[in-house]
């Protein structure tokens, strides 16, 4: 079965700065969708970033991008010039190419942005 | 631009009582989910829905919860009796019919609707 790790359950970035939260999986699968998604605390689940795992270029939306290393099976995500607004729980979620399949997450990451 | 809403927001009810939370997925979404988040916790499948079935459904929705699409635009998620475990965040989830053999359909969050159980 597949599954996501994110190991860091908090982190903390000062505002402006630039900020990478972790994130592992394990699958056997070759063909495969990644996500990182935002949980402010309304608690929407809102998509931030996704990664088809058969493109080897490393997703990039405004100041977030990721680091997609398929053979390391690691997901990072890089927020640059963290802003107030990017507070929020963050989930790293895998999901299988097959039509309608589940979404699995991991446990999440809290972060923090310091003024 | 087009959204999933979900009904209530928040959801109060006694242990042992039937709930029924709603959902409107983005409208010409097929595909359907059930997602969800105990306080502090990571989220977590239900269930999913097509073609007026369900198509995969997870350990933890057992014979209490049940799911159905009444008409063209609600998709509904109905827990039977309800246990003080079942307090929850529940996400509703769409996605549109993948095209040709590659799926590339994302999967879109309503906002929640926040059931307590007491």
């Known amino acids: 079965a597949q599954t996501v790790t994110q190991s860091q359950p908090e982190m903390s970035v000062q505002e402006a700065e630039t900020v990478t939260l972790s994130c592992t999986y394990d699958?056997?699968?070759?063909?495969?969708?990644l996500f990182w998604y935002k949980q402010p605390p309304s608690r929407q689940m809102i998509l931030v970033i996704r990664q088809e795992a058969y493109k080897q270029q490393n997703a990039t939306e405004n100041r977030f991008s990721v680091n997609f290393q398929k053979a390391a099976k690691s997901f990072s995500l890089k927020i640059s010039d963290s802003q107030l607004g990017d507070a929020a729980m963050y989930f790293c979620a895998y999901r299988s190419n097959v039509r309608d399949d589940k979404i699995i997450f991991g446990k999440g990451t809290r972060l923090h942005i310091l003024p | 631009e087009p959204e999933v809403t979900q009904t209530p927001s928040h959801q109060v009810t006694q242990m042992g009582q039937e709930v029924i939370l709603r959902c409107v997925p983005i409208?010409?979404?097929?595909?359907f989910y059930w997602y969800r988040q105990i306080l502090g916790q990571k989220v977590e499948f239900l269930v999913s829905?097509?073609?007026?079935?369900?198509?995969?459904k997870s350990e933890i929705f057992d014979d209490q919860f049940s799911v159905e699409r009444p008409d063209g635009s609600n998709f509904t998620l109905k827990i039977r009796s309800t246990k003080l475990e079942d307090s929850a965040m529940y996400f509703c989830?769409?996605?549109?019919?993948?095209?040709?053999?590659?799926?590339?359909?994302?999967?879109?969050f309503g906002p929640g609707t926040r059931l307590t159980v007491l």
């Open positions: 829905f097509y073609n007026n079935e369900i198509s995969e």
């Open positions: 409208s010409n979404h097929l595909y």
């Open positions: 989830a769409s996605s549109e019919e993948n095209q040709g053999d590659t799926s590339t359909d994302t999967q879109y």
């Open positions: 699958t056997s699968e070759s063909d495969y969708y």
